[in-house]
């Protein structure tokens, strides 16, 4: 039976389901979109108590200076911005992009001209947002093509449909395969990569992330290296006012070190520095602070807070 076929096997009919809801709610015009996500955030965070913990940890580790109740309404916040951020990626794979595009405000395009002039393509630090799709989405509409490294995903029919949604505003390239993003990066492409998750002790160093000790890849360094390319920041969010979003291009200052754990430590600063301009959008559902130098994995539980 070839892949196509197997898709049509009763184990795929609950990702068919959400796929064809996610089509629909592809159509819904803006406003309207922005409401049934935060509906459908709301349902979540009494819905998914494990990652409504995960929030609540990573809340009262990086905004101490919060009361209870802000805290609460933090929490909250983020479930509202990842259920917008559903209804976002239904429009970044199936929306009308140049209706967003008009809502799109786009902030420091002139240093990435810049870093472009040199030839050596640009590695493009990002950051997992509730609307990283989008934000890779609007940022093509800008008039410059994107190679968006991701991770493959364990379900082969999401994997299909999240690589051929990506391909409309991008070119995906699985994090593994390296010479190809070399061989891109000699071709003066830029580069979308997203090293702000924790990914275990192997290959990462501990530095601080709003504060915290966060276990953080140095692969970011090695990336650099590879063309000896500039490195920027994507920072990313949505309007307080709800009409329309910001694509902002930052640099990193003093990046490369010559050390990968200054580098770490430049990189997380420049996507904390993203983050906090609009905090609940952020992906704060994460295990951002699994990984602790003495080995100690037990930070999100419920009786270690």
Excluded at 1 to 23: A, Q
Excluded at 52 to 69: G, I, M, W
Excluded at 87 to 112: P, V
Excluded at 153 to 179: C, D, W, Y
Aim: with cysteine; charged share 25%; hydrophobic share 40%.
């Amino acid at each position: 039976m070839d892949k196509t076929n197997s898709f049509l096997s009763p184990k795929y009919w609950p990702t068919w389901l959400g796929i064809g809801l996610l089509r629909l709610i592809a159509l819904l015009p803006f406003k309207a979109g922005l409401a049934v996500g935060r509906m459908i955030g709301t349902i979540l965070y009494y819905l998914i108590a494990k990652r409504r913990r995960v929030t609540e940890v990573n809340a009262a580790l990086c905004f101490p200076d919060l009361s209870d109740e802000q805290r609460e309404h933090f929490v909250k916040d983020v479930f509202k911005n990842n259920g917008i951020g559903i209804i976002e990626t239904a429009w970044s794979y199936w929306g009308n992009h140049k209706s967003l595009g008009k809502r799109t405000q786009f902030i420091g395009f002139e240093i990435l001209e810049e870093a472009l002039a040199k030839g050596k393509g640009v590695v493009l630090l990002g950051a997992h947002y509730s609307h990283l799709d989008l934000g890779g989405m609007l940022f093509s509409l800008y008039g410059k093509p994107l190679v968006s490294m991701y991770r493959q995903h364990n379900n082969p029919l999401m994997e299909k449909v999240i690589s051929q949604g990506r391909a409309r505003f991008s070119t995906p390239v699985e994090r593994k395969k390296l010479r190809e993003i070399v061989r891109l990066l000699r071709k003066n492409e830029i580069v979308w990569y997203g090293p702000d998750q924790d990914f275990g002790r192997k290959g990462a160093v501990f530095v601080p992330f709003f504060g915290q000790t966060a276990a953080t890849i140095t692969a970011t360094s090695k990336m650099v290296g590879f063309n000896d390319s500039p490195i920027l920041s994507l920072q990313q969010r949505r309007a307080e006012d709800d009409s329309g979003y910001i694509i902002e291009i930052a640099r990193v200052d003093g990046f490369p070190s010559g050390d990968e754990t200054e580098d770490a430590r430049l990189m997380n600063l420049a996507i904390e520095e993203g983050v906090r301009k609009a905090p609940s959008q952020y992906m704060w559902v994460h295990k951002r602070f699994k990984t602790q130098p003495d080995g100690n994995q037990a930070l999100y539980e419920a009786n270690n807070c």
